[in-house]
């Protein structure tokens, strides 16, 4: 089994930046695919970032390209994975989930994605 804990989430004025951060324990999640979502309340769960299992190919959604940044640390074979939010608007507003992905390259489908975390709140305030 695969527990991720997400942790750095917060309250921050529009054009200020934010780090979340996802922390895998249990099984080796080291060779796959990782991810940040989010969800906004009333709308769908959306893939917002994604990485490879090394890092070397990282990929964002449109609404969030030039202003976050995925990354990950895979030391010791426990990952972490990151998102720096910059340039933070209102409409990023929303939970952020990380979860870990079913194969070594990532999708954009949320249904790849087999394990995870419970959440932390982004609440960007104009």
């Known amino acids: 089994q695969v527990r991720l804990v997400e942790s750095g989430g917060g309250l921050v004025q529009a054009g200020g930046s934010l780090r979340v951060s996802c922390a895998a324990s249990g099984r080796t999640v080291s060779s796959y695919a990782m991810g940040w979502f989010r969800q906004a309340p009333g709308k769908v769960r959306e893939a917002v970032a994604i990485i490879n299992y090394i890092a070397s190919r990282t990929y964002y959604a449109d609404s969030v390209k030039g202003r976050f940044t995925i990354s990950r640390d895979n030391a010791n074979a426990k990952s972490t994975v990151y998102l720096q939010m910059n340039s933070l608007k209102p409409e990023d507003t929303a939970v952020y989930y990380c979860?870990?992905?079913?194969?070594?390259?990532?999708?954009?489908?949320?249904?790849?994605?087999?394990?995870w975390g419970q959440g932390t709140q982004v609440t960007v305030s104009s």
């Open positions: 979860a870990v992905g079913r194969h070594s390259w990532p999708n954009w489908d949320l249904n790849e994605y087999d394990y």
